[in-house]
């Protein structure tokens, strides 16, 4: 079964900083992979998402992650933390041949003024 | 609606007593999946139907837990005998299947239940 794994539950940032939150996948051939950010009181909504075509993704509100398939990761990050990104980020992975969305357990992001 | 839409976005029961929660998907999505979110973990997988398919069921927790489907659109969700631990946001997410490729998923904004 696929499964990612986030490296930290909680990263605090001050705006204006660099946002990396960490996401590695159990896989032996390429899946696809997703980021999904969640809002509070909010649900879930899409980042960004790696279908093969290209390895490097760029999503919305500045995000983007890349894949490398050689430490099986698919990182996020953001050049610029603004407060508004303070969020709980989800790393994602489906099977090419499934339809079950497995999620990591969540990133809460804190940006500090 | 433009959006997954999900109801009621928050009750309260007694341990004990049944609840449906309710999904509206995205018209024409013919994929429908509920997850279940619990206070510092991660997304749960619960049931899955895919048009007229046999609905995947193997994320449900216990048999106090049922999804139905009608008409291939509005799902709800039936918790029976509720139990502290339910206590829980309650997702639901939509998705067409063919834009962009499996797994773009549509949620709704969920249904947080609260067992006393």
């Known amino acids: 079964a696929q499964s990612v794994t986030q490296l930290g539950s909680h990263v605090s940032v001050s705006e204006g900083a660099l946002v990396l939150l960490r996401c590695n996948y159990s896989?032996?051939?390429?899946?696809?992979l997703f980021w999904y950010v969640q809002y509070p009181n909010q649900g879930l909504q899409l980042l960004l998402k790696y279908t093969s075509a290209a390895t490097l993704v760029k999503g919305i509100n500045g995000f983007e992650a890349e894949f490398k398939k050689s430490e099986t990761s698919f990182h996020l990050t953001k050049p610029s933390a603004h407060m508004s990104d303070a969020a709980e980020y989800f790393c994602?992975?489906?099977?090419?041949?499934?339809?079950?969305?497995?999620f990591g357990a969540g990133t809460t992001v804190t940006v500090r003024a | 609606g433009a959006g997954v839409s999900q109801s009621p976005s928050n009750k309260v029961t007694e341990k004990g007593k049944d609840v449906e929660l309710r999904c509206d998907p995205i018209s024409g999505h013919t994929a429908l999946y509920w997850y279940r979110q619990s206070l510092g973990q991660g997304l749960e997988f619960l049931i899955y139907?895919?048009?007229?398919?046999?609905?995947?069921k193997s994320g449900l927790p216990s048999d106090r837990f049922s999804a139905e489907r009608t008409g291939g659109s509005v799902s709800t969700l039936t918790i029976q005998r509720t139990q502290q631990e339910d206590s829980a946001v309650y997702l639901c997410?939509?998705?067409?299947?063919?834009?962009?490729?499996?797994?773009?998923?549509?949620f709704g904004e969920g249904s947080r239940l609260t067992v006393l």
């Open positions: 896989s032996s051939v390429p899946p696809y």
């Open positions: 994602a992975v489906i099977a090419n041949n499934d339809y079950k969305l497995s």
């Open positions: 997410a939509s998705s067409s299947g063919l834009a962009g490729g499996p797994g773009e998923l549509f």
């Open positions: 139907f895919q048009g007229n398919s046999a609905p995947d």
